[in-house]
């Protein structure tokens, strides 16, 4: 009984012998538990209260400087940071929680070194540094040198783009996980920065198209030149924070006119020339826009690093194809944003449609007030040969006819016939003055035989060798006039400045439209303007809104090409085309 009894009373303290351990363990792991949990109840209300700024749409700062406070509170550091890349890598301080000395907003540091930082920036993903002091690069020897060991960096990436970085410093060990606690705040924080840009992208598309909007008013109205230029600089510079303006023509030769106003070293009416491989030569000879982050590296820039330019972008101008000239903005303070040369490249389109519309409307003056000189010219012409010759011809007739009554009344005959005789030849001579002078308005043989007859009969005056190939059917009187005074035109300016041997005129119709040459083999340079023949041409091309081409080399001669449409054609009369050489 004793020793069973006694087993007994062995036995049970060995069953027992764990329980106070165990119920230690267990108390240690309710407490870790707990501890657990209260830290990610905490972590939750901090994400919470940054979720809340984000979703009120609070303004990017306030959201950054919640981050860097919530996480500093969450890890148990002192020290947060929230950094900006630049795109060459290097960092911008843009928030920043119980910061050191000398470390404030705005503070920046290249992108070298081997930190938790730079190892987000090459990699993308958390990063963390445990032995500061042996870390390379400005923020880890900057944290070093202020009795910190230790950081860890979480990316913050904004609509899938790199965009910063959440950094936190401690003077002891990190604790374990801190990186993805870090990537948390990081995500919120790269929320808060994409709809913040996206917001800054709607407002400033809506701003450009009011601004475009304003200006496109302005040109539609056709405001003065100057006024437009002026309007497109102002609303360039408030769109793009302020950037200066220059806005420039180019000259024939590798030079430049500025003529806009311009906060820079350029004022209006400065000539500038330029050398090949600089950006108003690759402007102009690509018709696009090029952008410069760096004149100290490029070629022939010597005017730019002159003024204390570091980068520039510039944008087209074109008008009727050609490159009339550019838009371009100048930074003295590093590369400008991305995508401005699209915003740039819009304002400078519609300077080149204000511009082609004051051409176009300077055109149109010169070229009516042309057409009213030389209808004034025709008429006093018409004038001039009517009083003088025709009208005087009648005169000596009706006189003649009046001396031969009074012969005949005095009985006279002989006296009286030699009169009558005297007043027919003024009569008929009159007749042949009225028919030149109705001839040189608009010959007979057009109107009889259309175009080919016409040609026929101008080319009987014609004191040179010319060779006529016209193969047309009858066409629109208004065509059939329009071509033959191109060709009549034409071949008076060869007669009167070509000093040519010989000419020749070709005339047929294709696709629905005339088409015409008179050339000559004299001594060219012929040029439009400065009161040249020429000119008269392309207004009568222009009237009927055909195309007129003038090659004229010197010393080989001068062709002009003309394009009229026809419509439909006239039944054509029989008759062989004209092909006539004449001496």
Not at 172 to 193: H, M, N, S, W, Y
Not at 228 to 250: C, K, S, T, W, Y
Not at 332 to 355: C, K, M, S, W, Y
Not at 552 to 572: K, W
């Amino acid at each position: 009984m004793g020793i069973v009894t006694a087993g007994r009373e062995n036995s049970i303290p060995a069953a027992f012998t764990d329980l106070p351990d165990t119920a230690i363990v267990t108390a240690q792991s309710r407490e870790e538990i707990e501890r657990l949990a209260a830290g990610l109840v905490a972590e939750q209300a901090a994400l919470r209260r940054v979720a809340g700024l984000v979703a009120r749409d609070v303004p990017p700062g306030e959201v950054l400087e919640a981050v860097v406070t919530e996480a500093a509170g969450l890890v148990g550091v002192g020290f947060t940071t929230l950094l900006r890349f630049e795109p060459d890598g290097a960092t911008e301080v843009v928030a920043v929680h119980d910061p050191p000395e000398g470390v404030a907003v705005g503070m920046r540091a290249p992108a070298k070194g081997d930190g938790a930082t730079q190892r987000v920036w090459r990699t993308g993903r958390p990063a963390r540094a445990d032995q500061l002091a042996d870390m390379s690069g400005a923020w880890a020897q900057l944290a070093s040198g202020h009795g910190f060991l230790s950081s860890a960096a979480a990316p913050i990436l904004a609509e899938d783009r790199l965009w910063g970085v959440l950094v936190a410093a401690g003077r002891g060990a990190l604790p374990p996980q801190i990186e993805e606690k870090l990537a948390r705040f990081a995500g919120l924080a790269g929320t808060a920065v994409a709809s913040s840009q996206a917001r800054a992208d709607v407002q400033a598309l809506a701003d450009e198209q009011a601004a475009l909007l304003r200006v496109a008013e302005l040109v539609a109205r056709g405001g003065p030149s100057d006024a437009v230029f002026e309007a497109v600089a102002a609303e360039a510079q408030r769109l793009l924070d302020g950037q200066p303006m220059i806005l420039v023509r180019f000259e024939q030769d590798a030079a430049m006119m500025v003529i806009s106003p311009s906060d820079g070293p350029t004022p209006p009416g400065i000539r500038i020339e330029y050398s090949s491989g600089t950006m108003p030569d690759r402007v102009r000879r690509t018709a696009r826009a090029v952008r410069v982050d760096d004149f100290n590296v490029e070629p022939n820039a010597a005017f730019a690093c002159r003024h204390g330019l570091t980068a520039g972008v510039a944008a087209p101008i074109v008008v009727e194809s050609c490159v009339w000239g550019m838009l371009a903005t100048t930074s003295a303070d590093g590369p400008l944003v991305p995508g401005i040369e699209d915003r740039l490249q819009r304002f400078a389109n519609l300077i080149g449609t204000a511009v082609s519309n004051a051409t176009s409307r300077a055109q149109l003056i010169a070229s009516r007030a042309r057409v009213l000189s030389t209808a004034d010219e025709t008429r006093r012409r018409l004038q001039r040969d009517v009083h003088d010759g025709a009208q005087q011809r009648l005169v000596h007739t009706v006189i003649a006819l009046k001396l031969a009554r009074q012969s005949l009344t005095q009985g006279d005959v002989p006296t009286s016939i030699d009169r009558i005789e005297e007043a027919l030849l003024h009569a008929q001579r009159a007749a042949d003055e009225l028919r030149e002078v109705v001839s040189g308005i608009l010959p007979a043989a057009l109107t009889r035989s259309g175009l080919r007859g016409g040609v026929e009969s101008l080319l009987a005056d014609q004191p040179l060798l010319v060779d006529a190939d016209v193969e047309v059917p009858r066409m629109a009187v208004e065509v059939e006039t329009t071509a033959y005074f191109i060709i009549a035109e034409a071949l008076t300016n060869v007669v009167k400045h070509a000093n040519a041997g010989r000419a020749w005129v070709r005339a047929n119709l294709h696709a629905g439209a005339l088409h015409i040459e008179v050339g000559d083999d004299g001594i060219g340079g012929a040029r439009v303007g400065d009161g040249s023949g020429l000119t008269g041409l392309f207004d009568r091309v222009e009237a009927r809104s055909g195309q007129l081409q003038v090659r004229s080399p010197p010393g080989q001669g001068t062709t002009i090409r003309a394009t009229l449409s026809v419509g439909e054609p006239h039944v054509p009369p029989p008759g062989q085309p004209v092909s006539r050489r004449l001496a």
